[in-house]
């Protein structure tokens, strides 16, 4: 890839950064960029789906396998620290994730596909909405354009600060945790905060489901019955001091590598609420959000990924553990063997979600060759 294009692609990422930082499935700039972009650079068949997604589609002469490959394209809201002059114009939403490099890493894939096709089977490059809330991958794969297509293989990579700039991290079986968030609403009844006798408060609930929690937490990211819960909010009556709280709610995410491990704890939480609520004679509802499923890497699809390491003589690092975090590609590799891997953003490079961060457009080309290789591998 020649050295004009690369500072093309720079430019580009920096634009996106600056330009067209939206929300979950708010990205309807930023497809409109990315399909302008492509009617520009590709001869490939460009599809629109769930709504802000984006499909390039490239055909080789022979048949083979069809292979996706995605890239996410969503910001934060998170208010960007830095002072570059591609700071996000948005003073409340930011690249913070590096989904601007991610996208430019899909088209620089589209650049290499133009300059030396593959004769065989089909490509799919797909840019996709709402990844950030969990809901991104669901509407992709519930199009109907997307359930008319079989596919072979997926494939996906995220960028990842703390590790060394343009190492090839890999791993077999879990590569990202199970998270779901879980909303308990408790409706009791309010009273005189000088007779709480006559209600029936919430809180005291919530003060035992917060001590339960602890006795089922098992944070050890090395164990297989792994299982985190982590309460990210709450809220309990009204600033009246006069007025015992009749009300709450309390916000918990939950993350494991086993789906089994999931359920069987999760009940034994619910179940116990359930306990508490009928003691304090308090009403309890539940509802589930951002819900991600576990990135399950296929061997032999990990297998491509390392070879393809090996091809371009990257600096490679086998994972020992999955990440704590949630990615939604992981609703793909449920239904199709795949896989998702890392490219290390530098060891000095801040942490993702940090309000200072920025995607290091460094391991653009690198990411792009290899996702061109696995590609070329797998066909």
């Known amino acids: 890839m020649n050295t004009d294009l690369e500072k093309e692609l720079s430019l580009l990422r920096k634009d996106f950064h600056k330009n067209y930082a939206e929300r979950s499935g708010r990205e309807f700039k ?35 396998k069809t292979i996706l490959l995605r890239a996410d394209i969503d910001a934060l809201p998170i208010k960007e620290i830095n002072d570059f002059e591609h700071r996000s114009v948005d003073p409340e939403v930011s690249h913070k994730c590096g989904h601007d490099g991610h996208t430019t890493i899909l088209l620089a894939v589209m650049h290499l596909l133009e300059k030396q096709p593959l004769d065989k089977g089909t490509i799919l490059l797909l840019w996709q909405p709402a990844e950030e809330n969990g809901m991104g991958a669901k509407a992709v794969i519930e199009a109907p354009f997307f359930q008319s297509l079989v596919i072979d293989e997926a494939y996906a990579l995220h960028n990842l600060p703390g590790y060394p700039l343009q190492q090839l991290l890999y791993k077999e079986g879990a590569f990202t945790a199970n998270v779901k968030s879980l909303v308990i609403t408790l409706e009791g009844k309010t009273a005189h905060a000088a007779e709480p006798e006559h209600g029936q408060n919430p809180v005291y609930a919530i003060a035992q489901i917060l001590t339960f929690i602890q006795t089922l937490i098992f944070n050890q990211p090395e164990a297989d019955d792994f299982y985190l819960v982590t309460p990210v909010y ?144 797998a066909l």
């Not at 916000?251 to 359920?263: Q, Y």
């Not at 309890?284 to 990990?302: D, G, I, L, P």
């Open 30 to 64: 930023t497809a409109e960029r990315i399909r302008t972009y492509l009617e520009a650079h590709s001869s490939a068949r460009i599809i629109a789906l769930a709504e802000t997604g984006t499909m390039a589609i490239y055909k080789g002469k022979h048949p083979g």
């Open 234 to 377: 709450m809220d309990a009556g009204t600033k009246d001091y006069g007025i015992a709280a009749g009300s709450a709610s309390l916000h918990l995410t939950i993350r494991s590598w086993s789906p089994d491990v999931f359920e069987t704890r999760t009940n034994r939480l619910r179940a116990y609420i359930n306990a508490v609520c009928e003691q304090h004679k308090i009403k309890v509802a539940y509802s589930w959000t951002q819900e991600f499923w576990s990135n399950q890497n296929e061997k032999f699809c990990v297998a491509n990924i390392k070879q393809a390491g090996v091809d371009l003589a990257l600096n490679m690092q086998e994972l020992k553990t999955p990440f704590k975090w949630g990615e939604d590609f992981g609703l793909f590799t449920q239904s199709v063997p795949g896989a998702m891997f890392g490219i290390g953003a530098g060891e000095d490079c801040p942490a993702l979600h940090n309000p200072d961060y920025d995607y290091p457009d460094a391991i653009t080309i690198t990411a792009a060759h290899l996702f061109y290789k696995i590609l070329e591998n």
